[in-house]
């Protein structure tokens, strides 16, 4: 049998081939060089923030100092203009609809959560990794002429290797940029970008000596029907805290700007207020990011009001001002709250507080594959049943609730059906129950 080639569809088999092979040539240069650079930066920046973490440890006075750092972050906002900055926001919303993340958003966002930092404010650094990435990686479009489309790949391309750089987890910085824009849609035309900058910055933060972040769970039990159930029964509960934390950050965003119009006297009470709650609860254990709080977690059952006071000390601070982040905070919460729930299901507090992390990251990201490969690279494969299934409900029931006011939910987590519909901005209990009215 003779075949007949047509040399038309041939013709167009090689050009596509050919912008194909094109456009990763393209996409594999930029994404390394922006890797590198955002590595390199990614570095400075974590050296930083351990060197000022230090100081404020062994220099606890320094806490008395966070209302003058916090009129400090306030002023170096206002000289470049930027007083109606939105933090990770601003990046969010660059990618929905082609706004300009400007470069100097980086050099601020750096200075103001090393001060908050450094002072004692309950804060952690992903909000600055997600905003130096996106400004840095907007400049490099400009630089190279992008269009509007490739400028929003290059962006997430800047966020996923600044964000690998400080957590050491590359593939769920990848995929975590790609997918908290807007959730039930997946920006697949910046997976290799993404992921190629995100490897290439995490292997120049290990050449640097920062270790990712891992935890080991230890021995497990067996997943059977009795303990999936109590899992399921946990993951509930790590919703409701995820829909808490979010409803907490947003109202004490609105309470401030309710009764403080001036961001200078904001800042101060916030400052102010969170020095008061360190001596009302008599600990620091709640000022910082909180790591030992995380790692000790794992090893032992946390106190039932550990993740509360992690939750009032985060909204205090962010609410009032101050710059840093939300995610590491998310995992403090997280972690110790399974920490606390380990003792009334009989489960290992290393598994549940596991599950407590990445649940509770998904209930306020609504980002459930980025959270479950965030369980990969923090605990391998251990308990990824667990996680799992906890990260499905944790998803399902935290409704339409997010830590990003600019993220939309394009397709129903309830129904197959697009609704494109804006994430809730209050505490209403209608806002929970009627979801997809």
Not at 74 to 101: F, H, W
Not at 278 to 285: G, K, L, S
């Amino acid at each position: 049998m003779k075949t007949n080639f047509n040399t038309d569809e041939i013709k167009v088999v090689l050009h596509r081939l050919m912008f194909a092979m094109t456009t990763f040539i393209k996409w594999l240069a930029c994404s390394v060089v922006c890797g590198v650079v955002l590595g390199l930066i990614g570095t400075f920046f974590y050296k930083l923030l351990g060197l000022v973490t230090v100081f404020r440890e062994t220099n606890p006075w320094i806490l008395f100092g966070l209302p003058v750092a916090g009129l400090l972050i306030v002023l170096c906002y206002r000289l470049p203009g930027e007083t109606r900055n939105t933090g990770t926001n601003l990046v969010i919303t660059a990618i929905q609809s082609n706004d300009e993340v400007p470069v100097h958003v980086a050099p601020l966002i750096i200075l103001s959560t090393l001060l908050t930092h450094l002072c004692g404010g309950s804060a952690g650094r992903e909000g600055a990794a997600l905003q130096v990435g996106g400004s840095l990686g907007n400049f490099f479009a400009k630089l190279l002429h992008f269009d509007d489309k490739d400028t929003r790949i290059m962006i997430m391309c800047g966020m996923s290797a600044c964000f690998s750089a400080l957590f050491g987890t590359p593939i769920a910085a990848a995929v975590f940029s790609m997918e908290v824009i807007s959730v039930g849609v997946m920006y697949y035309a910046a997976l290799v970008p993404c992921v190629v900058s995100a490897l290439t910055a995490q292997s120049i933060a290990k050449y640097f000596g920062i270790a990712g972040t891992h935890f080991a769970l230890g021995e497990l039990p067996d997943f059977t029907i009795a303990s999936g159930g109590k899992i399921l029964l946990m993951s509930v509960l790590f919703a409701c805290v995820s829909i808490l934390f979010c409803v907490a950050l947003h109202t004490a965003s609105r309470l401030y700007t309710t009764y403080f119009e001036n961001p200078f006297i904001r800042i101060f009470i916030a400052g102010l207020l969170v020095i008061a709650l360190r001596f009302i609860f008599q600990t620091t254990d709640f000022l910082g990011a909180g790591a030992p709080v995380i790692a000790a977690s794992f090893t032992a059952r946390c106190a039932w009001y550990v993740f509360l006071l992690k939750i009032l000390f985060t909204s205090v601070t962010l609410g009032g001002g101050f710059k840093g982040g939300e995610i590491v905070p998310t995992l403090f919460i997280g972690a110790t709250l399974g920490s606390f729930l380990s003792g009334f299901f009989g489960l290992p507090a290393g598994l549940c507080a596991a599950c407590g992390m990445v649940s509770v990251f998904c209930g306020v990201t609504n980002c459930p594959i980025t959270s479950l490969i965030l369980a990969i690279e923090m605990f391998d494969m251990a308990g990824m049943k667990y996680c799992a299934l906890c990260i499905a409900v944790s998803y399902l029931l935290s409704g339409y609730y997010s830590l990003y006011n600019s993220q939309k939910i394009m397709y129903s987590k309830y129904r197959t059906e697009f609704i494109n519909r804006n994430i809730c901005k209050n505490s209403r209990l209608q806002c929970f129950i009627r979801q997809d009215s």
